[in-house]
């Protein structure tokens, strides 16, 4: 079992640049394959970015390659969304997911924090 709490989010203007963070407990965090999503309400759960079990190893979605960055702190059991030049359109609920093999449908995830992009 793993306990996923994100932290970071609220209102932010156009152009800001916030970091999102996830910090995790249970199981070994290292073993984890990490990842963000986010969703609007009405909309489907829109996948973000993921980083592999070490950090040497990332993907984003094209809508944010570019101005978001994953990282990861085994040492610290958290996993980081640095999200730089934000938009409206990126306002949503993000959360942090888990899971051992990369399909985040069967692992763990977070209860969320929202973003608000607006001035």
């Known amino acids: 079992q793993v306990q996923l709490v994100e932290s970071g989010g609220g209102l932010v203007p156009p152009g800001g640049s916030p970091r999102l963070s996830c910090a995790a407990s249970g199981r070994t965090f290292s073993s984890y394959v990490m990842g963000w999503f986010r969703q609007v309400p009405g909309k489907e759960r829109e996948y973000v970015a993921a980083?592999?079990?070490?950090?040497?190893?990332?993907s984003y979605a094209d809508s944010v390659k570019g101005r978001f960055t994953i990282s990861r702190d085994n040492a610290k059991n958290t996993v980081y969304l640095q999200m730089n030049n934000l938009k409206p359109e990126d306002t949503a609920v993000y959360y942090c997911a888990a899971s051992e093999g990369g399909d985040f449908d069967q692992g763990y995830w977070g209860q969320g924090t929202q973003v608000t992009v607006s001035s």
């Open positions: 980083i592999g079990w070490t950090g040497t190893g990332t």
